[in-house]
């Protein structure tokens, strides 16, 4: 018979390695907003599928534009109709779920003329979205847990201006995350200089619309993983997500079979310690796939 402390040693190999499992688990980021049909933002993290949602996009700001938050479907953030979401917010945040305002977006105006332009743009989200204080705030007075980057036209210059001006309002106990979702060509053309801060904490590149380094029938997983590879070994702090479409009509080259993903692309990329799960663009298209549902338990 076993005594307790031999059954003890023969237990801790098992601890061990459920302590490693546990480290290398890695969650999903979802994008919610643009389509009214995706389901309501309280029905997302009531799913359970979901670690960060990216609320997108404010989709006009900097160089003296009048900022605009766009929730295509859902509400009119410009008749103050978006504040009830403010509820929805908390739940989602009660769930330990990171709820963030994604900044740009592939249809918009938006850029920043000057450092001093970054620091007012900074302003305005601090007051308007995280820990300040505004009479408007179009979310209503939920505090979101940080900003999404996710540059895709206009100038390219003071983005790593706003990380800075952003990160300096964190506090104590209430951290200003940030997040970005640049193009996996390295480095990004938007974003390169940005990132190169290190105060990023989540960096979700975008893997589709970019053929030398996304997956196809024909490359396979070469390409992607190589790309991985690549931003795994550049990237200055912050866990790395590998971006995908959750279905093929979410984006116009890139999607990864999710029997693709779980069996050849995961196994790999989860052995580098930046890896810190998958980014799916976007509710609406989950909705239809359920690809979140078919990829949690591998992710």
């Not at 093929?248 to 890139?254: F, K, Q």
Request: net charge positive; aromatic share 12%.
């Amino acid at each position: 018979m076993a005594t307790k402390a031999s059954a003890s040693l023969l237990l801790l190999p098992l601890l061990v390695l459920s302590l490693v499992e546990l480290s290398l688990a890695g969650g999903i980021a979802i994008y919610w907003g643009q389509n009214g049909n995706e389901g309501t933002l309280n029905q997302t993290c009531n799913s359970g599928l979901y670690s960060f949602v990216n609320i997108a996009f404010l989709n006009k700001f900097g160089g003296g534009r009048t900022p605009r938050l766009d929730l295509t479907g859902h509400c009119n953030a410009a008749a103050g109709g978006c504040k009830i979401a403010s509820g929805s917010i908390k739940n989602c945040q009660n769930k330990g779920i990171k709820v963030m305002l994604s900044i740009g977006g592939g249809l918009g105006d938006y850029s920043l003329t000057s450092k001093t332009d970054a620091k007012n743009t900074a302003a305005y989200l601090w007051n308007n979205f995280l820990g300040g204080k505004s009479a408007k705030r179009p979310l209503g007075n939920a505090v979101l847990d940080g900003i999404d980057f996710d540059i895709e036209l206009g100038s390219t210059r003071f983005y790593d201006d706003l990380a800075r001006y952003l990160k300096g309002y964190s506090k104590p106990g209430k951290k200003v995350y940030l997040s970005a979702a640049p193009q996996c060509p390295f480095p990004d053309r938007y974003m390169g200089k940005a990132l190169d801060t290190g105060l990023f904490d989540y960096v979700w590149v975008q893997f589709y619309n970019n053929g030398p380094c996304q997956y196809s029938s024909t490359a396979g997983t070469k390409n992607l993983i190589a790309s991985w590879k690549k931003w795994n070994s550049s990237l200055k702090g912050g866990k790395l997500f590998l971006g995908l479409p959750a279905a093929r009509n979410a984006a116009g080259s890139g999607y990864v079979p999710p029997t693709v993903l779980t069996s050849q692309i995961l196994p790999v990329i989860k052995k580098y310690k930046k890896y810190g799960g998958v980014m799916l663009w976007s509710k609406y298209f989950d909705k239809i796939t359920g690809y979140s549902s078919a990829i949690k338990k591998s992710v």
